[in-house]
């Protein structure tokens, strides 16, 4: 049964003010519902900040020494001590660390498991919320079929579907956060070219040890930003700028009252591919055909796929032949 408008919108960080910007509409029975706008919106207007409904860092993400808030998911290492970790280079000293918002003197751990939270409200909350009985739920459900059915293979992947075709990936890094917090600094132009010149080559030393996985990455499930659908011509974008799991919807154009709010599923390099190569992502990943004027205007190009695009569809046959083998 789908959520209604009012629970869409309370997890919103200002419900009235959303309330009167925007609202959620039935649009027929292939693109469901859509996001709408009640009022004028300017470019670069923030239109919402919501929270998810469930959010959670990515196993692998972890793994790799990504250290994350158990609940907001906001990063937990320092700046400097993620580029030390991320560049390789464990005596690195950046400038200007008072700019670092984390701190780790507030950090708190559950008691019981040890997961890390950035401050004891992200700990409190977690515990309100569901970490205190989680394991208590595992344990009663454990002889349930109907919880066991997500257990199985066709279960999981079931599931996966569902926060693979409605989750919002999200990123959070205590560096971007600093190097932002530099940008804003009122320097003489000769400081200001030195620590430019400084973050450029550090940036060059990460993506030599790293390459480009920079963030503590997951996933989210939000209300209200879910319901926007894809046009490869966006109104809107999502960002979370305050190194947590508060979504930001961003209008990147001007939005007239009663227009509809389109994101992209695709990134900008996906959109600059041909129509072809852009239904062929949004198909095998999202599971529909996109009809937004970008693709109608260029539904003449459907076959016409780059060389570039056929060398990555080349790599991936390989990719898949060797993984058979």
């Excluded at 919501?50 to 990504?66: A, D, G």
């Excluded at 464990?90 to 507030?106: A, D, F, I, M, Q």
């Excluded at 409190?124 to 293979?153: E, I, N, S, V």
Aim: glycine letters at 4%.
């Amino acid at each position: 049964m789908a959520a209604s408008q009012d629970v869409m919108l309370s997890f919103c960080v200002d419900t009235t003010k959303v309330c009167n910007c925007v609202e959620v509409r039935f649009i027929d029975k292939v693109k469901g519902k859509g996001l709408f706008a009640k009022k004028a919106i300017k470019k670069g207007d923030t239109i919402f900040v919501e929270r998810p409904l469930v959010s959670s860092q990515f196993l692998w993400n972890s793994q790799y020494k990504y250290k994350a808030c158990e609940y907001c998911l906001s990063a937990l290492e320092t700046a400097q001590d993620n580029a030390r970790r991320l560049s390789g280079n464990p005596g690195l000293s950046l400038p200007h660390t008072e700019l670092c918002k984390v701190r780790p003197e507030l950090h708190q751990a559950c008691p019981q498991c040890q997961v890390m939270y950035c401050s004891n409200e992200c700990r409190q909350a977690a515990a309100d919320q569901y970490h205190r009985d989680a394991w208590r739920y595992c344990m009663l459900y454990k002889g349930c079929p109907f919880t066991l059915q997500w257990f199985t293979l066709e279960g999981f992947r079931s599931l996966f579907a569902l926060v693979g075709t409605n989750g919002q990936g999200i990123g959070t890094s205590s560096l971007s956060q600093w190097v932002q917090a530099c940008d804003a600094l009122e320097l003489t132009s000769q400081q200001r070219e030195q620590l430019d010149s400084f973050i450029d080559q550090l940036y060059k030393d990460i993506e030599k040890e790293t390459g480009d996985f920079l963030n503590c990455e997951g996933s989210g499930l939000f209300l209200l930003q879910s319901s926007c659908n894809h046009s490869c011509i966006p109104k809107a974008e999502a960002s979370f700028p305050n190194n947590n799991f508060l979504l930001h919807l961003s209008a990147l154009s001007d939005i007239s009252p009663g227009e509809e709010i389109c994101i992209s599923y695709l990134d900008c390099c996906q959109r600059d591919r041909s129509c072809h190569s852009r239904q062929k992502l949004l198909r095998e990943n999202y599971l529909f055909v996109c009809s937004c004027p970008k693709c109608v205007s260029q539904m003449d190009e459907l076959d016409l796929t780059s060389s570039e695009e056929e060398e990555e569809e080349e790599e991936d046959d390989m990719e898949e032949e060797i993984t058979d083998v």
